[in-house]
């Protein structure tokens, strides 16, 4: 800290980590760029690194992640509310008219791989967690009931009551295959509203689209479960009103439909049985209104907030682990830790391998993207990012800091290298006193990964 205050250097530094807006692992970049006149091959101008502070330049993380950089993950998550309201109400190129299209909030769960400890509340009150009154007693002795009424933060929550006999093969099997399961919830949805309305796939292809936003979410038990916004446009997408017939009820019974029809088949394996798996029976469609129970604002919120989170919040790490770390030795949940253990057990087998178990260990067996749209759901989040990028730079050249060149007549070479991220404990700190940001509490203990 005091290294760098008393460096001569120190504003510039400051003004560089006052411009990654409280980023907590900015991104070290080295290199240059020159701005060269087409026509005559002059060098018009050239910014390099060679006289930052460091002779690096430090850009903001950009991750979508809120475990890793909270300030960044508030672009994503802001972001993503935009994108996903303007699929609802209109704005950002899409028409107002498409309010007036059926559509719906879906969540489809996973279906039960053995009981866990659970808080549910009716009227108010918290109900016994699982009160049986002739509860079996399982292989290993333990009783199948829980009459506690459990505390909304008790740890317990998502473990299973006897976990000798949770199928945990099962439901890191279920995470890898969600993503295919999805898939196949869509073409069965295409396929079962065609039916429903006597037409072929094509011919549906001609009347209607069905756009689609959907987010990944994890139970406290480790399992994931989609929320998405599925909406029915005309062919061209949210500029065309869909046909008459092509109602909210209708799509909400092709939902249910689909969802129970569809599933994905892992063949039996060295000790493993065969196993379908299908979506949980609760499946919930509910319409999103502009004033009734479930507002667009709400949707929006919902589905922002959660394309910022990954399986963190059970309890696993939030980077890769390797089959060679120790499991016992590393921060885990013991539910975790188990369903991590499982996933290095099938990830080592031949037949599974295409399911990337290993790789995908930490997020218990989910290689699927957290957050997606289909192409017609509304604005993207790269135009997004263009529109704030050209507003940044119409800044940056009216207040000086960026020549202003006629983009015809100039040529913008760049050369970057990437040389690290994150910050030594004291530049950690003085960023945090000049973003106003908290510091993260492995900061407390260790330095960044970097310089
Ligand atoms: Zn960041
Ligand atoms: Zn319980
Ligand atoms: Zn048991």
Known sequence: ??????????????????????????IHLRGRVDHIDRATGELLHRYSTRTEPDRILRLPCKTRRASRCP?????????????IRAGLTGGKGVPASVTGHPCLFATLTAPSFGAVHTRREKHGKTLPCHARRDAATCPHGRVMSCIARHGSDETCLGEPLC?????????????????????????????????????????????LTISFAKVAEYQRRGVVHFHAVIRLD????PTSPPPAWATADLLADAVRYAASAVSAVVPALADEPARVLRWGTQVDTRPITMNGELSDQAVAGYIAKYATKAAECVGTLDRRISPLDDLGALPLREHARRLIAECFRLGALDELADLRLIQWAHVLG?????????????????????????????EQITTGR??????????VIAQWEYVGKGYSLGDALLAAALTGTALPASQTSRGGDAR
């Open 163 to 207: 976990a000798d006999c949770y199928d945990y093969a099962g439901s890191v099997l279920f995470n890898a295959l969600a993503p295919q399961l999805w898939r196949y919830f869509t073409d069965a949805l295409r396929r079962r509203v065609a039916k429903s309305s006597g037409l072929t796939l094509r011919e549906l292809r001609n009347q």
């Open 402 to 411: 960026l020549p202003l060149f006629d983009e015809d007549t100039v040529v």
């Open 71 to 83: 300030t960044c993950a508030e672009v994503y998550r802001a972001d993503t509310y935009q994108l």
């Open 234 to 237: 005309g062919p061209d997408g």
């Open 366 to 394: 989910f290689g699927g993207h957290f957050s997606t749209r289909s192409r017609h759901y509304s604005t993207t989040l790269g135009a997004i990012r263009v529109e704030r990028a050209d507003y940044v730079r119409d």
């Open 1 to 26: 800290m005091i290294t760098r205050l008393h460096d001569p250097n120190y504003s510039r530094w400051a003004a560089q980590i006052r411009a990654t807006g409280g980023c907590r692992q900015p």
